[in-house]
């Protein structure tokens, strides 16, 4: 069954430093997702991608973070300067459409970040 | 705008016993309705979902969801539950006319401990 794989599984960094975080959406899905959970709370939406774009972000979703579609497989994630706030699992998603049949999205296993 | 409420953070029950997660959800539009869970160490899978037709709908392991537009509810039920059943379980809604992409607003989720 197709999935959604997520690059590294863990990654420790020290604050200020740059990260960037991977994943390889399934391969007919045309919108692809951030989310990121920190320890204890709930999941909670970072920005949406589609057709080459940012089609919304959050208010967490400032100017240190960035999305990219490089090439016709990887998405990325990153986060320019980082703080000890974004420690956090990140999950990356994917759909394949909306429309009437719904879209139905499909997370990766996450990468935890934890910044020091 | 919308908010899941999930009204237990934990829930533990024996084996074989019956078992149901609540979930309540707001919104000022129409909503198609999901369940995912989290076992232990991995990322969200897709229990359930809600998009249109028979509000009752059946998952994977045996679990199903009940969809009540009146009480703006969407509870996780399973009938005998299992020591693997144990993992946190996450409602999460998404505006049905695209808005937003359709991104999930998630609940803050309610750990399920099967002890046998």
């Known amino acids: 069954e197709p999935e959604v794989t997520q690059t590294p599984s863990h990654q420790v960094t020290q604050m200020g430093q740059e990260v960037i975080l991977r994943c390889v959406p399934i391969?007919?899905?045309?919108?692809f997702y951030w989310y990121r959970q920190i320890l204890g709370q709930k999941v909670e939406f970072l920005v949406s991608?589609?057709?080459?774009?940012?089609?919304?972000k959050s208010e967490i979703f400032d100017d240190q973070f960035s999305v990219e579609r490089p090439d016709g497989s990887n998405f990325t994630l990153k986060i320019r300067s980082t703080k000890l706030e974004d420690s956090a699992m990140y999950f990356c998603?994917?759909?394949?459409?909306?429309?009437?049949?719904?879209?139905?999205?499909?997370f990766g296993a996450g990468t935890r970040l934890s910044v020091l | 705008a919308q908010s899941v409420t999930q009204l237990d953070s934990q829930v533990p029950v024996f084996e074989e016993a019956p078992v149901e997660l609540r979930c309540n959800y707001s919104?000022?539009?129409?909503?198609?309705l999901f369940w995912y869970v989290q076992y232990p160490n991995q990322g969200l899978q897709l229990l359930l979902k809600?998009?249109?037709?028979?509000?009752l709908v059946k998952g994977i392991n045996g679990f199903e969801a009940e969809f009540n537009k009146s009480q703006t509810s969407f509870h996780l039920r399973k009938p005998s539950v299992h020591i693997s059943d144990t993992a946190e379980y996450f409602c999460?809604?998404?505006?049905?006319?695209?808005?937003?992409?359709?991104?999930?607003?998630f609940g803050k989720g309610t750990l399920l401990t099967v002890n046998p």
């Open positions: 391969s007919n899905h045309l919108y």
């Open positions: 991608f589609y057709n080459n774009e940012i089609s919304e």
């Open positions: 919104s000022s539009v129409s909503v198609y």
């Open positions: 998603a994917s759909s394949e459409w909306g429309g009437v049949g719904g879209n139905i999205q499909y």
């Open positions: 999460a809604v998404s505006d049905r006319s695209g808005g937003s992409n359709y991104k999930l607003t």
């Open positions: 809600y998009l249109s037709g028979s509000t």
